[in-house]
């Protein structure tokens, strides 16, 4: 109301408006016309220039329009003017371009189809276009073109093929059987038909000459009956000829086959070793009286009883064991152990024959029981004195080592002492200024005592290794190597995996002299110039390898056991390591050195030799 007094009209207020989201609503400006985008009649208005029209019959612009007014409108609208006539010109540039590329695009179109429809099927079109409507019906077209051309191959791919399946049939019709139909076609249809015309061929080929075959056959087969039934006749009148001579040779036999069951029976129960005989189902049919003896039963007591009953349950899993085998034709004898009725145990050895039907069907076995009982008792007193044998030698090496080590002991303690302690006074003496006869005298003697004494050492060393006891068996073994090298000038190498090895006295003093024996059996024999002694620790066992690059040996010329006289030698080797649960390995070739290989399991640490 305010606005009408002032001589200016405000839209929002003359159609009393309530649009908050138009820009002309409560607006300062009084210009409404000029705004874009104001929702006047409920519907968004565009640029000035678009709603001009409906702006001259507004009532707002009839009360507020002046001559800055419409100075201010109408540069708005020629701005507005000059924009509108920009983009219809660039929108005819654009018209203009897009007609000459459909008329350009069409003119190729119809010029590609126009070859397709003439029969030309390699005709091809670029594709390119800004259009996408013609860039689609180009492809279609060389999609169109393509299409045609595979059609038109095929056609005349299946012409030829056909062409060719004729010729074949008709050569086949003629008699000709080895026409085949050849060629490779991508046509899957024209393959197919390829395989099944020729094996239809094939399979006519082998009927026609099945049958001629048959036709051969047939006619040799009943000109071989016309001769085998003349000859037959000629061959029944013999044989009825003989017929009554083997009648007589039968009984004869009869007489003699009864001799000769007797004469076997006869055998059978005055035999040494006990006899028996089990059907499929393992019950005995039949024993002799040295069975029964040997078991303390009477043969009622055995015969329809299952033969498992004079066996415990360990002697059962054997048996059926070697049932198994004897079901499969395996003839192989066993040892088994039979419980006597007086509940004594028989050791036997079994030597067991299946028996077969005429179908070779196993029908049972009968079998031969060996009383073993004496051999097994003395087998094992001879296991328990070779026991005894081996801890006796045990024994004897420990007192051997405690004797030699109580020597070195004693050469060491007293006689080295002494010698030190007269050869300190010599010097003493020899320091007095004596007379040079008197000199020469102590220098003689103190030569005499150090190599006394440096021979007391060695033979305290060589009894007795104390290093052994001090420092254990790998300074021992180094020590020893050492010395031969020393002595012998053999190259020596040590290796050792550093790992802890536990090892009992006994099992250390054994180790240490095998070494021994083998490096002596390396100066002596081998002829080597290097020998290597390494140790090495595997999970639960210790091995020591001994090698040498020397002449080697033959090891099949050798017995690498047999005992040696004067030395520790390999049988002793062999046997004393066997004692303590080890083993011995020897390998050699001429002209490729010796290995030598020590293996022994680790066990805690328990002293035997009073240190």
């Not at 409404?32 to 507004?58: A, H, P, Y």
């Not at 055995?302 to 004079?310: E, K, Q």
């Not at 360990?314 to 088994?336: A, C, D, M, V």
């Not at 030395?567 to 050699?588: A, M, P, V």
Request: with cysteine.
């Amino acid at each position: 109301m305010e606005g009408r007094k002032t001589g200016y009209a405000k839209c929002w207020e003359v159609f009393q408006c309530h649009k908050h989201e138009c820009p002309a609503y409560k607006s300062s400006d009084l210009k409404c016309w000029l705004f874009s985008g104001t929702q006047c009649r409920d519907e968004i208005q565009g640029k000035s220039l678009e709603k001009i029209g409906m702006c001259l019959d507004c009532e707002v612009l009839k009360a507020n329009k002046n001559v800055s007014g419409m100075k201010a409108t109408l540069k708005v609208v020629n701005k507005q003017f000059k924009e509108f006539s920009k983009i219809i010109c660039e929108r005819d540039k654009e018209l203009e371009d897009m007609s000459m590329e459909l008329a350009l695009s069409l003119s190729e179109v119809f010029e590609g189809l126009k070859k397709i429809s003439s029969g030309d099927p390699t005709v091809r079109i670029s594709e390119q276009s800004k259009v996408e409507l013609i860039s689609k019906l180009k492809h279609i077209v060389n999609l169109t073109a393509e299409e045609i051309g595979e059609i038109v191959d095929q056609s005349h791919e299946f012409a030829i093929g056909l062409a060719e399946h004729f010729d074949v049939l008709h050569k086949v019709s003629m008699g000709n059987l080895n026409a085949r139909v050849t060629g490779v076609s991508e046509v899957e249809l024209l393959e197919s038909l390829k395989r099944v015309t020729n094996e239809m061929i094939e399979n006519i080929s082998r009927e026609i000459t099945k049958r001629k075959r048959a036709e051969t056959s047939l006619k040799k087969a009943h000109d071989e009956l016309e001769r085998r039934v003349e000859d037959r006749t000629a061959e029944l009148t013999i044989a009825n000829e003989k017929l009554q001579q083997e009648i007589a040779e039968k009984k004869r036999v009869e007489e003699a086959l009864r001799q000769s069951e007797e004469h076997y029976r006869t055998l059978i129960e005055t035999m040494n070793e006990g006899l028996s005989i089990v059907d499929k189902d393992g019950m005995l049919t039949f024993v002799n009286d040295q069975f029964c003896k040997m078991t303390g039963y009477y043969r009622n007591e055995l015969i329809g009883y299952p033969i498992t009953v004079l066996f415990d349950k360990e002697n059962q899993k054997i048996f059926r064991k070697q049932w198994l085998e004897l079901s499969k034709g395996n003839t192989t004898s066993y040892e088994i152990t039979l419980n006597r009725k007086d509940d004594k145990k028989v050791h036997t050895l079994v030597s067991p024959k299946p028996l077969f039907d005429e179908k070779d069907v196993f029908n049972g076995s009968f079998a031969i029981f060996t009383d073993i009982t004496a051999l097994k008792l003395a087998e094992k007193a001879l296991i328990s004195y070779q026991e005894q044998l081996r801890s006796l030698a045990s024994e004897l090496t420990l007192v051997e080592e405690r004797q030699r080590r109580c020597i070195a002991t004693e050469l060491n303690d007293y006689i080295g002492q002494t010698l030190y302690y007269c050869k300190n006074k010599l010097e003493a003496l020899k320091g007095t200024g004596a007379a040079a006869k008197l000199r020469e005298s102590v220098d003689e003697i103190l030569d005499l005592m150090e190599q006394t004494i440096d021979y007391t050492k060695s033979l305290t060393f060589q009894l007795g290794t104390p290093i052994l006891y001090e420092e254990g068996l790998e300074a021992a073994l180094k020590w020893l190597g050492y010395q031969f090298q020393k002595q012998l000038g053999l190259v020596f190498r040590f290796e050792d995996d550093l790992r802890p090895k536990p090892l009992t006295d006994e099992t250390r003093i054994l180790l240490y002299q095998a070494v021994r024996e083998l490096l002596i059996n390396v100066s002596r024999h081998a002829k080597a110039r290097n020998v290597k002694v390494s140790i090495q620790r595997d999970y639960k066992d210790m091995q020591i390898d001994v090698e040498d690059d020397g002449v080697g040996v033959d090891t099949s010329k050798i017995d690498p056991y047999a005992n040696q006289t004067g030395g520790f030698g390999l049988f002793t080797i062999h046997e004393r390591l066997k004692y303590l649960g080890g083993h011995f390995k020897f390998i050699s070739k001429p002209g490729y050195g010796t290995k030598a290989t020590i293996i022994i399991p680790l066990k805690p640490v328990k002293k035997s030799i009073e240190q």
